[in-house]
């Protein structure tokens, strides 16, 4: 029973960083077309917002000793900022752009980001030290779980639900979602392009910064590499739950967290580290089956 | 005067799909616009609403120039546009799709005001205000889309094939509400349909296209008399 827990919190906790991730990259996705492959390099760049610019080789935490209550909301707000940032400075000027063009700009973006963060910080991971107390295990009905994982999952639930609450009970709400089924009908509506399009690009980025602060607790490094890994998962997660999907995207998110940490216990002890490739291959299957997504909109996509 | 097109010119790349054209339009006209396939009507409305933009010519909406404007920008001008297809919100529910019509106005009451309205000129809509749009009949869609242009209290709606993939009883329907909305509030209709058949039957001011450019102007029932109009729609040439 107990190790049945331990392993649904596992399983919980890696999809809700993977959902979250899948979600920032379906909200922009929805609403341009364009499949941000910058979003790993803004969950580096958060991490990295919290220590002072050096090439040493002990972190020189600045922003992250602030006390939680203003970390979160400025980490957060780093993200935000730094997505519409990128959307005013780029992406605005490739609105019309084909999605491969944008998908390429968006992989160039991510270098930009990813070389800055070289130049100031080195390319050395350097060990930080947030929330560390966080790590220690609280009792839930026999199993022992990390305080940071029960903490993950609580947060993911309660920006998921703020998130369908604002997307569900708000006129803004509405429009973001209309805007992300056909974008050019709810412009036709009065929707305006650029407020929704810098509101999806803020959302994500706050994202990223939440993917960021649950990553530095968890593995106690800053690495500017940390964030592809998520960004990679994330991207498939929104391909399996259908491009487009907002639900489908969070969903897929964790079930690919599920799935890899169900096969992490039970495959046998020399397939292990091929893990990925098992992964890959579910990942495969559900496409060959739905190719075009688990929750594809039912709506048509054709475009003006 | 309402809307006024001049000498524009819409190209897809190489291929010119609208070729100096002209038109204009009174408050509280109907006007259809009718061709065959290809003859660049959607165009037409396109450009208008602002979603392509010609290379040459001029579009005035109640005097003010509108080229170059993004269409939610045309759309709060009063020019609300049924583009082809309807284009419901398949994912939302009836109500917010009725809803999003009037969020440039934000303005509560009036919203609760329109809203009514829309579910008294359509009663089935306001049974199943909570259930996704997808679900609806293509008959039904129509009335949705019709209705949520209503909801951005526009003084222009442009139709495009309001007829598509309806069966004649609901196309019926659907022409009954829209020369309704005409006479009872004054709404001005630019109309879209492959076939002269119902503009003769509405009656009112017709212009027919081909291959991008105006062939034939005048009201559609003294049109539709002689043989000018199969001959301009076909292309046959004067004997």
Same mark, same amino acid.
């Given at each position: 029973?107990?190790?049945?827990?331990?392993?649904?919190?596992?399983?919980?906790?890696?999809?809700?960083?993977?959902?979250?991730?899948?979600?920032?990259?379906?909200?922009?996705?929805?609403?341009?077309?364009?499949?941000?492959?910058?979003?790993?390099?803004?969950?580096?760049?958060?991490?990295?917002?919290?220590?002072?610019?050096?090439?040493?080789?002990?972190?020189?935490?600045?922003?992250?000793?602030?006390?939680?209550?203003?970390?979160?909301?400025?980490?957060?707000?780093?993200?935000?900022?730094?997505?519409?940032?990128?959307?005013?400075?780029?992406?605005?000027?490739?609105?019309?752009?084909?999605?491969?063009?944008?998908?390429?700009?968006?992989?160039?973006?991510?270098?930009?980001?990813?070389?800055?963060?070289?130049?100031?910080?080195?390319?050395?991971?350097?060990?930080?030290?947030?929330?560390?107390?966080?790590?220690?295990?609280?009792?839930?009905?026999?199993?022992?779980?990390?305080?940071?994982?029960?903490?993950?999952?609580?947060?993911?639930?309660?920006?998921?639900?703020?998130?369908?609450?604002?997307?569900?009970?708000?006129?803004?709400?509405?429009?973001?979602?209309?805007?992300?089924?056909?974008?050019?009908?709810?412009?036709?509506?009065?929707?305006?392009?650029?407020?929704?399009?810098?509101?999806?690009?803020?959302?994500?980025?706050?994202?990223?910064?939440?993917?960021?602060?649950?990553?530095?607790?968890?593995?106690?490094?800053?690495?500017?590499?940390?964030?592809?890994?998520?960004?990679?998962?994330?991207?498939?997660?929104?391909?399996?739950?259908?491009?487009?999907?907002?639900?489908?995207?969070?969903?897929?998110?964790?079930?690919?967290?599920?799935?890899?940490?169900?096969?992490?216990?039970?495959?046998?002890?020399?397939?292990?580290?091929?893990?990925?490739?098992?992964?890959?291959?579910?990942?495969?299957?559900?496409?060959?089956?739905?190719?075009?997504?688990?929750?594809?909109?039912?709506?048509?996509?054709?475009?003006? | 005067?309402?809307?006024?097109?001049?000498?524009?010119?819409?190209?897809?790349?190489?291929?010119?799909?609208?070729?100096?054209?002209?038109?204009?339009?009174?408050?509280?006209?109907?006007?259809?616009?009718?061709?065959?396939?290809?003859?660049?009507?959607?165009?037409?409305?396109?450009?208008?609403?602002?979603?392509?933009?010609?290379?040459?010519?001029?579009?005035?909406?109640?005097?003010?120039?509108?080229?170059?404007?993004?269409?939610?920008?045309?759309?709060?001008?009063?020019?609300?546009?049924?583009?082809?297809?309807?284009?419901?919100?398949? /994912? =939302?529910? @009836?109500? !917010?799709?009725?809803?999003?019509? *009037?969020? +440039?106005?934000?303005?509560?009451?009036? &919203?609760?005001?329109?809203?009514?309205?829309?579910?008294?000129?359509?009663?089935?809509?306001?049974?199943?205000?909570?259930?996704?749009?997808?679900?609806?009949?293509?008959?039904?869609?129509?009335?949705?889309?019709?209705?949520?242009?209503?909801?951005?209290?526009?003084?222009?709606?442009?139709?495009?094939?309001?007829?598509?993939?309806?069966?004649?009883?609901?196309?019926?329907?659907?022409?009954?509400?829209?020369?309704?909305?005409?006479?009872?509030?004054?709404? /001005? =209709?630019? @109309?879209? !349909?492959?076939?002269?058949?119902? *503009?003769? +039957?509405?009656?009112?001011?017709?212009? &027919?296209?081909?291959?991008?450019?105006?062939?034939?102007?005048?009201?559609?029932?003294?049109?539709?008399?002689?043989?000018?109009?199969?001959?301009?729609?076909?292309?046959?040439?004067?004997?």
């Amino acid at each position: 029973m107990t190790a049945v827990l331990q392993i649904l919190f596992d399983a919980l906790s890696v999809g809700s960083i993977y959902a979250l991730g899948a979600l920032g990259i379906a909200l922009i996705f929805g609403v341009m077309r364009l499949v941000n492959f910058a979003h790993g390099d803004y969950i580096a760049f958060c991490v990295f917002a919290m220590l002072w610019p050096s090439l040493d080789v002990v972190a020189i935490v600045f922003i992250g000793n602030l006390p939680w209550f203003l970390l979160i909301p400025v980490i957060l707000g780093i993200g935000a900022g730094l997505s519409i940032i990128s959307e005013i400075l780029v992406f605005r000027r490739l609105r019309d752009a084909n999605p491969a063009t944008m998908m390429i700009t968006s992989f160039a973006l991510g270098f930009v980001i990813h070389n800055v963060l070289l130049m100031f910080y080195s390319s050395r991971p350097k060990a930080i030290n947030l929330w560390s107390n966080l790590s220690l295990p609280v009792e839930i009905m026999g199993a022992r779980i990390p305080l940071l994982q029960v903490i993950t999952i609580v947060m993911t639930i309660v920006i998921l639900l703020a998130l369908v609450t604002f997307l569900r009970r708000t006129q803004f709400g509405v429009e973001m979602r209309a805007a992300a089924e056909d974008f050019t009908m709810a412009r036709m509506l009065g929707v305006k392009a650029n407020r929704v399009i810098m509101a999806a690009f803020g959302v994500s980025g706050a994202l990223a910064g939440c993917i960021a602060l649950i990553l530095a607790t968890q593995t106690g490094v800053a690495d500017i590499n940390m964030g592809l890994p998520v960004m990679l998962v994330a991207f498939v997660a929104t391909v399996i739950g259908g491009l487009g999907s907002l639900h489908g995207a969070v969903i897929a998110g964790f079930l690919i967290g599920g799935v890899s940490v169900l096969l992490q216990v039970f495959l046998p002890l020399e397939a292990r580290p091929f893990r990925d490739a098992f992964v890959y291959s579910a990942v495969i299957a559900s496409l060959l089956w739905r190719p075009q997504g688990l929750f594809a909109p039912k709506s048509s996509k054709e475009r003006v | 005067m309402l809307l006024s097109v001049e000498n524009i010119t819409v190209r897809y790349g190489r291929l010119t799909a609208l070729r100096n054209f002209s038109l204009t339009m009174e408050q509280g006209e109907t006007l259809f616009v009718t061709g065959p396939n290809g003859a660049g009507k959607s165009t037409l409305l396109k450009s208008i609403a602002g979603v392509v933009a010609p290379v040459t010519g001029t579009i005035h909406f109640h005097e003010q120039d509108v080229g170059g404007q993004p269409p939610e920008g045309i759309a709060r001008l009063g020019l609300s546009m049924v583009p082809e297809g309807r284009h419901v919100f398949g /994912s =939302l529910t @009836i109500e !917010e799709n009725l809803i999003l019509g *009037a969020g +440039m106005r934000r303005d509560k009451a009036r &919203m609760a005001e329109n809203l009514a309205s829309v579910y008294d000129l359509f009663p089935v809509l306001s049974e199943r205000k909570d259930s996704h749009a997808g679900v609806l009949s293509g008959g039904q869609q129509q009335m949705l889309v019709i209705g949520r242009a209503l909801m951005t209290e526009p003084q222009l709606i442009a139709i495009d094939e309001p007829s598509l993939g309806l069966a004649p009883k609901i196309i019926d329907q659907v022409y009954d509400t829209l020369t309704r909305l005409r006479d009872e509030r004054g709404l /001005s =209709l630019l @109309i879209v !349909e492959q076939s002269t058949t119902r *503009a003769v +039957m509405a009656g009112g001011r017709m212009v &027919m296209l081909r291959s991008g450019e105006l062939v034939l102007e005048g009201d559609a029932r003294e049109l539709s008399k002689g043989d000018a109009l199969n001959a301009a729609y076909f292309g046959f040439e004067e004997h």
